[in-house]
T-cell receptor, first 113, second 111 residues
Framework: KQEVTQIPAALSVPEGENLVLNCSFT??????LQWFRQDPGKGLTSLLL?????REQTSGRLNASLDKSSGRSTLYIAASQPGDSATYLC????????????FGTGTRLKVLA | ETGVTQSPTHLIKTRGQQVTLRCSSQ?????VSWYQQALGQGPQFIFQ???????GRGNFPPRFSGLQFPNYSSELNVNALELDDSALYLC??????????FGPGTRLTVL
């Protein structure tokens, strides 16, 4: 059974810091992995999607890596800003049966001005 | 913006009632998935519909049911509401298995 874990659960950093959010999954048979941002009380905003054959994806200040063999992904945020404050969710798309996303519980990020 | 819309935005019900949540997928997307996100948790897969047939189900009881219509709209129905059903309900539409586009969600509160 696929399980997704995110560490840390919460993180508070001063503005301008570079930071890394971690995601691990137990079954390497994934179709893709996606990072989402969620603001309080809101829906999900897709940040980066990494196909199982890819190693990383970049968008602006964000870089996500994927190591399928070790069951790990990281989301790197460069030069953090207060507007980056949100919960970041990692989700893997499973290939067993129905294509569905299994989510972690998220990392709650607060960037202090 | 993903082109996926959900209604209503918020909803308050009492225990034992029934509720219907609606989702409008992107045009052409023949697959819709529903997720439940309890407070402080990640979303959990409820079920998926493909071409109007249920195509997979998570660990949710039968009182959670769904419908998908030919016009790319769909519904999530929950009967006999319980307090623990209070959550954000997300629908996601897709044309190919590899990418699901999420709607903004419906916040359900059960009193």
């Amino acid at each position: 059974k696929q399980e997704v874990t995110q560490i840390p659960a919460a993180l508070s950093v001063p503005e301008g810091e570079n930071l890394v959010l971690n995601c691990s999954f137990t079954d390497s048979a994934i179709y893709n992995l996606q990072w989402f941002r969620q603001d309080p009380g809101k829906g999900l905003t897709s940040l980066l999607l990494i196909q199982s054959s890819q190693r990383e994806q970049t968008s602006g200040r964000l870089n996500a890596s994927l190591d399928k063999s070790s069951g790990r992904s990281t989301l790197y945020i460069a030069a953090s800003q207060p507007g980056d404050s949100a919960t970041y969710l990692c989700a893997v798309c499973t290939t067993s049966g129905t294509y569905k996303y299994i989510f972690g519980t998220g990392t709650r990020l607060k960037v202090l001005a | 913006e993903t082109g996926v819309t959900q209604s209503p935005t918020h909803l308050i019900k009492t225990r034992g009632q029934q509720v219907t949540l609606r989702c409008s997928s992107q045009s052409g997307h023949n697959t819709v998935s529903w997720y439940q996100q309890a407070l402080g948790q990640g979303p959990q897969f409820i079920f998926q519909y493909y071409r109007e047939e249920e195509n997979g189900r998570g660990n949710f009881p039968p009182r959670f049911s769904g419908l998908q219509f030919p016009n790319y709209s769909s519904e999530l129905n929950v009967n006999a509401l319980e307090l623990d059903d209070s959550a954000l309900y997300l629908c996601a539409s897709s044309l190919t298995p590899d990418e699901q586009f999420f709607g903004p969600g419906t916040r359900l509160t059960v009193l």
